[in-house]
C-alpha cells in the first residue's frame, strides 16, 4: 500500500491504525521544512480520529482510530491538508543556548572521539559549540531531540555496546547527529560532555525544552559554573 | 487505601496510557493487557480506563485497611483473601483489615488488580500510567516497593456480584500465533526472509519487558547496505535489528526507530502480546488491513455487548 501523492510525498500503511507519510527518501532541510508544516496544519486543525502524531526527519507518522476513520478518508483528509502545505508560514524559530561542561568525568568519550578524528579535545569542543543545531523532532524518552548540524568532522559512530546507564544530562553524539538524555538511560551515544540545565520538566508548562524546529548551540561552561547553575535548578 | 506488604516482581500503577503526546516523545505507556484492564475495570464498577495495578509474573501481596471492593483479571496468578481462593475475571469484597495474596502466574504473563474507585495517583500528560524508563507517570514514576500505599479514589457504590462470561474470557485468551499486517520496510527483506519470518517459530527472550518483546530464533536476513532514516514507529511494530532477532515494540516503546520493520501485530492481538512470557514459543501469521481492522471492530463489538457480563 504505497500511494504517491505529489512532490515525492508518498502514503505507507505501517499497521491497521497508523499512516506514514514521507516526504523524502533522504535528509533535506526542505523535506523537514514539510514535515513540521504538515505537523503544524494537523495540531492547528486536529482531525478526528487522528490520535497521535510522530514527527520524524523525512516523515510524519499518523496514528488513527480504524473504528471511526476508514484509511481511505483518512488519505482523502491528508491530501487536502497537503495541497495547503505552501502557505503555511511556520513561526520564526527559536534559539536556545544549552551550557555544557565538556570532557573529564561528564564526557568520557571525549578524548577517544578526538583522536578518532586525529583533533584535539579542545578542538573537538570548539567544533561541538560552533554550530547551530536544529531540532528535527524529539523520540526515544521524552524530550530527546535529535539535533541535526554537527560538524562533519565530529561524525562518529554509536558505541559498539551501549551503557546501562547514562547520566541525565548526558551530551552526545551518534553518527551526524547530536543529542541531550533528558533522564538517565541506557544508551550508545558517544558522551562528550553535560549539561546542568533540565531538559524535560513534568512541572514546567513547556515541559521539554526543545521542539521540533528550534535551534540549539552549545555553550562551553566550567565545572563551577556547571555546579552554580545546577544549584540554581533545585 | 492499599498498603503494599509485598510488591511482586514488577508492579505498576496503569490505566489506558496518555495518547498524542508523540511531538514530544512521550510513549502512550498504559497497560500491557488493556483488555483484561478495561473488563477489571467493569467488573468494580468503574469507568475502564480507571488506574489499577499491573502486575508481572510474580504479583504481591496487599492490604485493604478500610476494605475494597476488587477484582483480578488477567492471567492466574494463585490469589487468595485471607487465606480463602480468589477467582479470576469476578468482583470481590475485602472487608477492612483483609489481605490480598498472589503467587506465580500459572498462566500468561500478567494480572490486574482492579479496585472500585480506581488508585489514586497524580496525573501526567492526562493518564496515571508509570513510564519506568523516564520515571515519570505513576507512583513517583517507578515500580510500586514494600511499604507504599496508595489511596483509592472515594465512590459511593456499593458491592456487586459480577463475573465475566467464560465465552468472552476464550475469545480473548491466549494465542501463541500472533496476526500481523506487513511493516512498512517489508520490501527490504527478500522473499526467503519473509518465509523464514512467517514458518519460523520464535522465542520470547528473558530480557523482555514493556518496551519491546526480544525474540530468539532463526535470524532474518534484510537486503544488505540500506541505511533506515529513523522515523516514526507504531505500537507493536516488528522491527529486524542488525543481528536479525526479531523485537516486538510495546506500550513503554519508544516513538521513533530506525530499523527496518517487516510487520506490525494488529491491534486485535496486542492485548495477546501483553501476556506473553520470557520462554513463551509464537508464530507470526499475515493477514490484510481489512481483515486485521474487521477482528478489531469484532473485538471492540464483543466488549461493547451487555452480555458479556453476569450480575
Redesign the interface.
Known sequence: MLTPVADGTRFQSASDQSLLVYFDQEITPEAHQRVMKLLWLLQSKPVRGIRNLHPAYTSLLVEFDALTLQQDELEAILRLYLDRIEDVRLPEPRLLEIPVCYGGHFGPDLDDLSSMHGITASQAIELHASAVYVVFFLGFVPGFAYLGGLPKALATPRLTTPRRSVPAGSVGIAGDQAGVYPFATPGGWRLIGRTPVAMFRPDRSDMSLLSVGDRVRFTPISLEQFAALEKMRT | MIKVLVPGLFTTVQDLGR??????????SGAADPISLRLGNRLVGNTEDAPALEMTLLGGTFCFPEGAVAALTGSEFDADLDDHPVDLWTSIEAQPGQTLRLGVTRSGARCYLCVQGGIDVKH??GSAST?V????GGLNGRPLRQGDVLKIVPTRASFRNRTIVPRVIESLSHRTVLRV????QNNWFPDSSQRLFYTSAYRVAEESDRMGLRLEGRAIPSRSGREM?????????VQIPPGGQPIILFVDQ????GYP?IA????ADIHRVGQLRPRDELRFERVE?ET??SL??EQ?ELLASKRFMQE
Open positions: 495518547e498524542g503526546f508523540g511531538p514530544l516523545g512521550v510513549s502512550p501526567f500528560l513510564h524508563l523516564s520515571g515519570l499486517t506487513t511493516g512498512p532514516i529513523t522515523e516514526g514507529v507504531s505500537l507493536g511494530a519508544q516513538t521513533t526507530g520493520k506490525n501485530v494488529i491491534s488491513l486485521a481492522r478489531l471492530r471492540e
